[in-house]
């Protein structure tokens, strides 16, 4: 168990922060945040719960970083779910079906983690932030690239990724998609991409 008398080099920082990360994320996986006490993520990191200081402020700021860890895995499913894909169309349609499906999944697998998501997202705005700003980034680069091979009309690629998150904004909130069923909620999604793309395609199909 780690001693608040140990020094911390610098490089092993980051290492540890981690592993407290991945214990916190576990027992909120299991018990929920509300249950989960900060002896508990310490005895499970190896460390005492006085030492958990040395490197968050209290159980909201490691929360905040299971979130950042939870969002990450998120951009990178959709990053990685558009890199396969060879069309505007199609790529939008991977984006926004990776969205309702990582969050259907989390759902699923860990609801207690998925609700504190969700706090979190509406409690620490600077998250919810840069999550919206990932999206956009990536919506962006979709939208370039589709007017870069011709396949969309040549417009303001930020302001039409934007038209887009907008009306993306039921599939990319879980408490507005869950009331409806998996199949029906992806169909929509599929429709709306198909109806936003009429005006955008610079050759209709």
Known sequence: MSDLSEPVAPESVEPIRAAIIDAAEARFTEYGYTKTTLNEIASEAGMSAANLYRFFENKLDIAAGVARRLLARREA???????????????????????????????????????????????????????????????????????????????????????????????????????????????????????LLQGLLAVNP
Request: net charge neutral.
């Open 77 to 195: 499913a959709l990053k990685a779910a558009v890199a396969t894909e060879q069309t505007a169309v199609a790529q939008l349609q991977a984006y926004i079906l990776t969205a309702l499906r990582f969050d259907r999944d989390l759902q699923d697998s860990a609801p207690q983690l998925a609700r504190m998501l969700e706090k979190l997202l509406d409690e620490r705005k600077e998250l919810a932030t840069l999550h919206r700003k990932a999206r956009q980034e990536l919506l962006v680069q979709l939208v370039q690239a589709g007017m870069g091979s011709g396949e969309l009309t040549p417009s303001d690629a930020a302001q039409i990724a934007q038209t887009l998150r907008a009306a993306f904004i039921l599939f990319e909130t879980p408490m507005l998609h869950r009331q409806y069923p998996q199949a029906e909620i992806e169909r929509l999604a599929l429709q709306v991409v198909s109806v």
